[in-house]
């Protein structure tokens, strides 16, 4: 599986994978409106989403069993949640071989305040964990969790 991982994030990042595209990777294949997909001058062709499989992730040094609301990240195809803010992610463009660079914008979920857009890289380590950073020395390193693994109320949570 680990040899089909790059082809599978090539054929994404050239638009191979969507048929409604013709090829070109323009418009996303999930018609979710909050994703710009373009191809910004100079970058490579941009993405829909992340490849990487939807859900609970949480920091790769604690195990799932003992995530809190601190250390969990919610993927959706639309962004990344924390229990203190949401991140939509506007722009998603390969960098270089399992490497993205994604526009986000993030709202804190208690005031409703959003952030100028930060650009934020995700190095893909496998189809199920992901270390991300910014310029401003944010980082976080995360792996997927099944849900039925995660405590309490996060175990039962519907996943919308």
């Known amino acids: 599986m680990k040899k089909a991982f790059p082809l ?16 070109q990777g323009d418009t996303p294949s ?12 100079g970058a490579g062709p941009s993405v829909a989403a992340l490849p990487l499989q939807l859900g609970y992730y949480v920091r790769s040094d604690l195990s799932c069993e003992q995530a809190t609301g601190d250390d969990l990240y919610l993927l959706t195809s ?3 949640g924390s229990s203190r803010e949401f991140c939509t992610f506007q722009l998603i463009t390969p960098d270089r071989e399992s490497t993205l660079e994604v526009v986000e914008v993030c709202e804190d979920l208690a005031s ?8 934020v890289k995700y190095k893909l380590l496998g189809e199920a964990a992901f270390l991300a950073k910014d310029d401003s020395g944010w980082e976080i390193e995360a792996r997927f969790c099944p849900q039925e693994s995660l405590p309490e109320p996060w175990r039962s949570k ?3």
């Open 30 to 41: 999930s018609g979710d409106a909050n994703v710009t997909v373009q191809t910004p001058v």
């Open 158 to 160: 519907e996943i919308k």
């Open 112 to 119: 409703g305040g959003k952030a100028a857009p930060t650009t």
């Open 8 to 23: 599978i994030l090539l054929c994404m990042a050239v638009g191979g994978c969507n048929p409604d595209t013709g090829g």
């Open 78 to 80: 639309k962004g990344r």
